[in-house]
């Protein structure tokens, strides 16, 4: 089981949709299949009901699901800690603006150019 197969479970909650999740994931849809699957085998539990297309979760991928969400949320903790301690800004910055005729653009710009993360 690793982090990705997790994510790709989260990613089928959210859209309902395999191919959609693969999008969202940047992976194909036959990749995220066979990845859910792999997960199912090695729980050796069903967590989709499956027919022609996606028809929901089994009560038991229900319950794994939610395990999904809590180990992603702790991964996701813990590299924002990591990230800490090496002195790195972790977390989304929103600005909003007023159109106002004073303002410089290239502040904005500026500020956005050296605080984004590729």
């Given at each position: 089981m690793d982090i990705k197969?997790?994510?790709?479970?989260?990613?089928?909650?959210?859209t309902r949709h395999f191919g959609k999740a693969a999008s969202q994931c940047n992976v194909t849809q036959?990749?995220?299949?066979?990845r859910i699957r792999s997960l199912e085998e090695?729980?050796?539990?069903?967590?989709?009901?499956?027919?022609?297309?996606?028809?929901?979760?089994?009560p038991e991928g229900e319950r794994i699901l939610a395990w999904a969400r809590a180990l992603l949320a702790a991964h996701d903790g813990l590299q924002a800690e990591a990230?800490?301690?090496?002195?790195?800004?972790?977390?989304?910055?929103r600005l909003g603006?007023?159109?106002?005729?004073?303002?410089?653009?290239?502040?904005?710009?500026?500020l956005l150019t050296q605080n984004t993360r590729s």
């Open positions: 197969q997790l994510k790709y479970l989260i990613a089928l909650d959210e036959p990749t995220l299949s066979m090695e729980l050796g539990l069903v967590l989709i009901v499956r027919g022609q297309r996606f028809e929901g979760f089994t990230a800490l301690c090496k002195g790195q800004v972790v977390g989304e910055l603006m007023v159109p106002l005729a004073s303002v410089d653009p290239m502040i904005f710009i500026r």
